[in-house]
């Protein structure tokens, strides 16, 4: 139906996360009939990404500096270091501008099923960087799912020999949350996480 170069095109599309064959087909479409708009631009952006952009080795952020911009800011709070499990966990809480201390993206969690093991995360770095003086405080923001918590154990035990206090992000009800709409494992964290008014 179509040339090798569009099926290459609609083949690297669907790979993308939210994106299968039929959405990457249109995806391609919109792409094409709008050359000079988006596709030369995004093309652009995308070499230009693939050429500047690198893993910062301080923290695992993606940056066009190493160290990345929030590992070399001044302002920021080096005592506070956020364990995340993705770049894009990094970015929603930025995104937020409600922490002002520094990072750490451990690049996946713990799971046996994927045979991702201790050894295959960023855990040593970040035991490294709490030894260091200045860290008083390690804030653990792994997601709330099996794999993320087994994650935030692991980690836990492997800080214990460190002088850094060790904390977790709160769980339970979100705002604007419903309780009739919460899951019993939100509604049973909340209750336990409760605090004086």
Known sequence: MTGPEIETLIQLLAKLPGLGPRSARRAALDLLKKRETLL??????????????????????????????????????????????????????ERSAAFRGRYHVLGGVLSALDGVGPEDLSIARLVERASASEV???????????EGQTTAHYVTDRLAGTQVQVTRLAHGVPVGGELDYLDDGTLTAALRARRSV
């Open 40 to 93: 030369k631009p995004l093309a652009e952006a995308l070499d230009l990404a693939a050429e500047r952009i690198v893993t910062c080795t301080t923290c695992g952020n993606l940056d066009t500096i190493d160290p990345c911009s929030i590992c070399a800011g001044a302002k920021r709070d080096v005592s506070q270091i956020c364990v995340v499990e993705e770049v894009a966990d990094l970015w929603a809480i």
């Open 136 to 146: 008083k405080e390690i804030i653990l923001a792994m997601n709330a799912t099996v």
